[in-house]
């Protein structure tokens, strides 16, 4: 794909797709991270004389206008942290975002109204992405986080300008090839988070491409059910017990050795401050429920995690939010930072849940790479295809 080196942007109107699809309070910003991830491009493409044009999406108001997704709160939290000007354009389309881009100037930022106002936008018809493509000269993607859409923002502007990937896309390609595309084994996987049924394209495809696969989270004891283990009152999905063997036989068939709790910390509820017990997970009560992995578990995480090159993680081994049951996570966290700072692991994380833990730990620093994408994260584990990648390969 053609990255920014390739583009000569002096003078050019250029369409910047970025991701601002972030958390909001009461029209206030509460996370920025998606913004910070934006900066160097935008930087980059200002410094360079580009006029810069920002598309992106917020919510999902299903091709209408509404006042609780506009993007113009996100102008002044942006112009802050860019330390310049950002204009703002109550439409992405028509006389209003033309007027606002006919008068920019060389290095000038304006961001347009969100794409989703417009029904088009999703549908990617031709006749919106024409109208988006009159606005610019060039479309440079930064959002990897939507690539997973194959919007008209997104896939369809780059069958009508000439298109790159910007600085953070980049990054972020080049970081999930090595993670699993072309990764140094041995190559080991982390998958938690409460639930199965979300994951199990990912499960699947894993279990093809790594070494060992660590199961964690709720979604453990589903795997833990299926074996026949009884796991009390713990988030179970109990008629996913079929999915779950054909994973656990497939991975043997394959040579990918799957990790599951030994010892996990029981409550009788999630609340901070519970008094826990921690047991062999076969000795659950049937009135307790498992929130986190234990400490022969967590034992046994690392000791993976030192003889393995990659690691790739998404989901969290317990119910972090709540303390006690942040253990296993936090130590995970702390031991593959450790790796990852002696240059002993190349380290990937991704997910909304991982990337809060990982910030708990206070080791986001620490990773190879740490992607804000959710749902594209996800398809990437999957091994599916992103079409706004895709696209920019053509
Ligand atoms: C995300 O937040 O995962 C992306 O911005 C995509 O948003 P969507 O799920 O509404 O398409």
Known sequence: FRTLDDADVTGKRVLLRVDFNLPMKDGRVTDATRIDRALPTIKELSDKGARV??????????????????????????????????????????????????????????????????????????????????????????????????????????????????????????????????????VLAIVGGSKVSTKIDVLTNLIDRVDILVIGGGMANTFLAAKGI?????????????????????????????????DVVLARGLRSGAPTETVPVEETPEDMMILDAGPKSLEMVKQRMDGAKTLVWNGPLGAFETEPFDVATMGAAHHAAELSRAGRLVSIAGGGD???????AGVSEDFTYISTAGGAFLEWMEGKALPGVEVLKE
Request: proline fraction near 6%; charge should be negative; include cysteine.
């Open 354 to 360: 991982t990337v809060a833990a990982l910030n708990q």
């Open 53 to 186: 044009i920002l598309l992106a999406h917020f919510g999902r108001p299903k091709g209408k206008p509404n006042a609780e997704m506009t993007l113009a709160p996100i102008a002044p939290v942006l112009s802050e942290r860019l330390g310049r000007p950002v204009g703002f354009a109550d439409d992405c389309i028509g006389t209003v975002a033309a007027g606002i881009v006919e008068v920019l100037k060389d290095g000038d930022v304006v961001l347009l109204e969100n794409t989703r106002f417009h029904a088009g936008e999703e549908a990617n018809e031709a006749e919106f992405c024409e109208s988006l493509a009159s606005l610019g000269d060039l479309y440079v993607n930064d959002a990897f986080s939507a690539a997973h859409r194959a919007h008209a923002s997104t896939e369809g502007l780059a069958h009508h300008l000439p298109s790159y990937a910007g600085r953070t896309m980049q990054a972020e390609i080049e970081a999930l090839q090595k993670g699993l595309e072309s990764p140094e084994p041995p």
């Open 230 to 262: 009884d796991v009390g009152k713990s988030l179970c999905e109990h008629d996913l017990g079929d999915t779950a063997r054909s994973i656990m036989t497939r991975a043997e068939e394959k040579g990918c050795e799957i990790v599951l709790p030994v």
